[in-house]
């Protein structure tokens, strides 16, 4: 009776005999969750439902689930926007984006925008009868509409002053001009009573920026300044003025010190700038130092030092 006892408990508590192997209801190979309890996960399942084509052949997956960028963007961009990528990275031979600005001259004659550029960054833009909300975006007044021509760069320059000096000689145009002996920006607003005056006038100065170089330093002379001119630089405009563009302060006063040390009574007034040197006096005063000093800085004239 004990060894009936015995095997009845022994079968209760599992010993001696192997309990039967728990299946995985999620498949070989899945982990059960924390605790030994098993819970069967649906997403895997209906995965599985959601790969499986009619006819219970599983779909083949693609070898590479990674498409490549170029891939990528011929298969999932439209084609306009492919096209905006490439032109927007698309540069010329000189490192400029290749897409420029429109010209306004193809664009007819009445139109509002820039009409060319220097080599130099001058640039020169035209807006025929400007509507009267934008005129004090130019320092303007409120007015019927004005025809408008701005000539404008991101740095000052003495070589600009000397260009609107002469390109506006014989115009009947009234400029305003903002320029800084700092090296600030520039802009020349160009009005008139005639509209086709400040085209012409315009045309005029946009040619004569175009054929500045603006390679290595130069020698710039007015014998009689406007008085444009003399109020910019800062001069008399009853004296002649010349500007040697291009040199250092350093090399200003290597110059002077050649000049006087053969004339140590200059007759003349100077002014060292960072980028210039500016003398003036009278004609003859001027046109002495003038010639005294290309001689001196023919080195730097001519790009030799």
Same mark, same amino acid.
């Given at each position: ?13 599992g ?7 728990? $299946? ?49 963007i011929?298969?999932?961009?439209s ?5 905006a990528l ?5 540069e010329?031979?000189?490192g ?10 193809? !664009? ?7 009409i060319?550029r220097s ?44 260009v ?14 903002t ?24 045309? !005029? ?13 130069? =020698? ?20 002649? $003025?010349?500007? =040697? ?13 050649l ?9 003349? !007034? ?8 500016? =003398? ?17 800085a023919?080195?730097y ?5």
């Amino acid at each position: 009776m004990s060894d009936l006892l015995k095997a009845v408990v022994e079968e209760a508590l599992g010993r001696g005999t192997k309990a039967p192997a728990r $299946v995985n209801p999620l498949g070989p190979g899945a982990s059960p969750q924390p605790g030994g309890f098993l819970r069967p996960n649906y997403q895997q399942e209906n995965r599985h439902k959601r790969l499986n084509v009619p006819g219970g052949a599983a779909a083949a997956m693609p070898e590479s689930s990674s498409p490549s960028g170029r891939e990528f963007i011929e298969n999932s961009l439209s084609p306009l926007l492919r096209l905006a990528l490439v032109q927007g990275k698309t540069e010329s031979a000189e490192g400029a984006p290749a897409a420029a600005e429109p010209s306004c001259g193809e !664009r007819g004659d009445r139109c509002a925008g820039m009409i060319g550029r220097s080599a130099g960054g001058v640039r020169c833009w035209y807006y025929p009868d400007l509507s009267p909300r934008l005129c004090p975006e130019f320092g303007l007044y409120p007015s019927p509409p004005v025809t408008l021509g701005i000539v404008s760069a991101d740095a000052s320059a003495p070589g600009q002053l000397f260009v609107l000096e002469e390109a506006l000689k014989n115009e009947t145009v009234k400029a305003e001009v903002t320029w800084s002996r700092e090296g600030g920006p520039f802009e020349a607003r160009l009005t008139a009573k005639e509209p086709d005056a400040v085209r012409r006038a315009l045309d !005029r100065l946009c040619a004569a920026f175009q054929r500045e170089t603006g390679d290595g330093p130069r =020698i710039l002379v007015s014998p009689e300044p406007s008085a444009m001119l003399a109020r910019q630089l800062g001069t008399g405009q009853d004296e002649s $003025v010349a500007v =040697i563009e291009g040199l250092s302060r350093y090399r200003s006063v290597a110059l002077l010190d050649l000049y006087m040390k053969k004339n140590p009574n200059p007759d003349f !007034r100077y002014r060292m700038e960072p980028a210039y040197l500016v =003398i003036t006096g009278k004609k003859d005063s001027v046109s002495e130092a003038v010639r005294a000093l290309r001689q001196a800085a023919e080195p730097y004239l001519s790009g030799r030092e």
